[in-house]
């Protein structure tokens, strides 16, 4: 058995088995990467059924490991399954697995009961509390699309929506969305754009409010990862063969194998790094429901506390597979892991950082469902725009995970001290784990945003007041990417102790450079001499090293500050008799905002 390497796009993929090369049109599958294939060369008294391996996958010039069973290898007798074949895996998916209860049910729904048991007829759009509506319902996740083309509710035309709607007036998206609920025998089915009067302040924050439980509490969540808006469609993608190369005949005997290749989806390409994923909505409404059909270009894959299925059979192992082969993956976490912890926290801000919202708003209230459905489990404690006050002193150190400076909005969305300030990847260093506390939160206070009534705890963006030790900072390096202080690719700057601390005649006798930071936002800011001149840094958290933020004062009563950057303060070699850095400092109140 040997191996042969070719390259090819995934579009014209070159074939070498049994010493033929074949240069082959699979059709387009929506996949611009490059890919680099090694596949077994068969043995050609072997018959073989089943899969082949995909030893490399060459994406944006890196070679990354795959798990086996990514190429799929077949003889004539097997086809793949035909739509009706499809919708019969999907209703048995659905059948299987945990009871499901009722304790939530959405305000509207669509009614998609049909007396004719046609898949296509009409449906309207119900009040749930004045009709006494109750049972199973499904939820759908998608991309909107442009907002001159979307197909929404409206107080001018809810009345409407509600003696009828046309299922032919549907755009494809949502069409496809009905015809799977009405196979599953499910009778209501949920879609925001629908269900939640738009351009409605009030309807809108009331909803939102919810949606954590919403999806959560739906009996299935249908993803439409291969429908780039509304009147895309999915369904059409999901019915269709992927595509398939014949090989040549392998001989055995006076016996002759036809045998075929496809290239059949892979999970995390297809779903965890979708358009659709790097949406800021999505990965809640992922995060909370606990069954979700995933609709990809070439291949259905189901998720649920008992793990992932693909058409052709269970995933459960897919991540540990990725990982051994090289290729580093954080699936996200759900609500439904039985280890969930303040740790996921984290994880889920990392990944969230890096998702697109269409309303800049959005920023705390499309992962409040997360926040509300994790407090009881993590014990948190108050959760306050963004951060856990009983792990405050971790979640206060966050961090750009790029050379670019994160963005901030023009208006107030947040504090300078909460991630959700900015948009733009942040990061946590690993090694905040281990660390002690060197604070206390005095008082949260709340400043909610004059413009938006109702606005509660979850949203509002405020001031903290905390004790720490404070010190003023002497100068900082030009900014560079350097090993330190973690993989992220953050430009980080080196700081410098004040002259008065590096003199020969104190005590403490500290060379010049103590620590590294990494600036929120570079422009503008150490640019300013009058804003440099206050910089501080306050004593957050400590384990060798002491982790600190970068604080700039901008009042003196009250002692105000605003967030600069975040870095830390290296830790003394065991053979150095010099005090720390903040020893002998008194702790001191400060108001952050």
């Not at 269709?240 to 995390?268: E, M």
Request: with cysteine; proline share 5%; glycine share 6%.
């Amino acid at each position: 058995m040997s191996t042969q390497p070719l390259t090819g796009s995934i579009t014209s993929v070159l074939f070498h088995v049994l010493g033929n090369w074949i240069n082959v049109d699979c059709g387009s599958s929506g996949v611009s990467e490059e890919v680099c294939l090694r596949l077994i060369e068969l043995n050609a008294s072997t018959p073989f059924y089943g899969f082949c391996r995909l030893l490399w996958f060459c994406r944006t010039g890196e070679h990354i490991r795959l798990p086996q069973s990514t190429i799929e290898w077949a003889f004539p007798s097997y086809k793949h399954p035909a739509p009706t074949e499809k919708l019969a895996l999907i209703k048995r998916w659905f059948t299987e697995g945990v009871d499901h209860n009722y304790d939530f049910f959405p305000r509207r729904v669509l009614d998609l009961s049909s007396s004719s048991g046609n898949t296509r007829s009409s449906l309207r759009l119900v009040d749930a509390s004045q009709n006494d509506v109750r049972g199973q319902y499904v939820a759908l996740s998608h991309r909107w699309g442009s907002i001159e083309d979307m197909f929404y509710t409206t107080a001018s035309n809810i009345q409407s929506r509600k003696a009828a709607i046309n299922f032919e007036d549907l755009p494809a998206t949502f069409q496809d969305a009905v015809i799977i609920t009405r196979s599953l025998g499910v009778r209501y089915l949920w879609i925001d754009a629908l269900c939640i009067v738009q351009h409605d302040t009030q309807d809108w924050l009331g909803e939102s409010s919810s949606m954590g439980m919403l999806y959560e509490h739906a009996a299935c969540t249908i993803s439409a990862h291969c429908a780039s808006n509304d009147h895309d469609g999915f369904l059409y993608r999901v019915f269709r063969d992927p595509p398939t190369v014949r090989l040549p005949d392998i001989k055995n005997g006076q016996d002759t194998f036809s045998s075929y290749v496809s290239l059949p989806g892979h999970f995390h390409y297809q779903v965890n790094e979708s358009l659709l994923s790097r949406r800021g909505w999505v990965l809640q409404e992922r995060f909370c429901s606990r069954r979700i059909l995933h609709c990809t270009t070439t291949q259905l894959f189901w998720e649920d506390e008992q793990g992932i299925k693909g058409e052709a059979g269970s995933l459960a192992n897919s991540w540990d597979s990725l990982n051994k082969f090289g290729y580093e993956v954080k699936n996200i976490p759900r609500l439904t892991s039985p280890s969930l912890s303040i740790k996921d926290w984290y994880t889920i801000i990392e990944k969230y950082s890096t998702c697109d919202l269409t309303v800049p708003t959005d920023k705390l209230p499309a992962i409040s469902g997360i926040a509300r459905l994790m407090q009881p489990r993590i014990q948190g404690g108050q959760y306050f725009s963004g951060i856990w006050m009983r792990d405050i002193h971790r979640g206060l150190l966050w961090c750009s995970a790029s050379p670019s400076d994160l963005r901030a909005p023009a208006f107030n969305r947040a504090a300078t001290w909460s991630w959700a300030l900015y948009d733009g990847p942040i990061a946590y260093d690993h090694r905040i784990w281990s660390t002690r506390s060197n604070i206390t939160c005095q008082r949260a206070i709340t400043l909610p945003d004059r413009t938006v009534q109702d606005v509660d705890w979850l949203e509002a963006p405020g001031e903290l007041i905390l004790s720490a030790r404070l010190k003023p900072l002497g100068g900082l390096g030009e900014p560079a990417i350097e090993e330190y202080p973690w993989p992220t690719k953050a430009r980080s700057r080196t700081l410098f102790a004040t002259d008065e601390e590096c003199s020969s005649d104190n005590d403490h006798g500290w060379v010049n450079d103590i620590g590294w930071v990494v600036l929120d936002q570079e422009h503008g800011l150490v640019d300013n001499p009058e804003l440099a001149s206050s910089f501080y840094l306050a004593d957050i958290a400590s384990d060798a090293h002491n982790f600190i933020l970068l604080l700039s004062k901008i009042r003196d009563s009250p002692p105000t500050y605003i967030r600069i950057g975040m870095g830390c303060i290296w830790a003394r070699p065991e053979n150095d008799y010099k005090p720390h850095y903040f020893q002998g400092t008194a702790h001191t109140e400060i108001h952050l905002v």
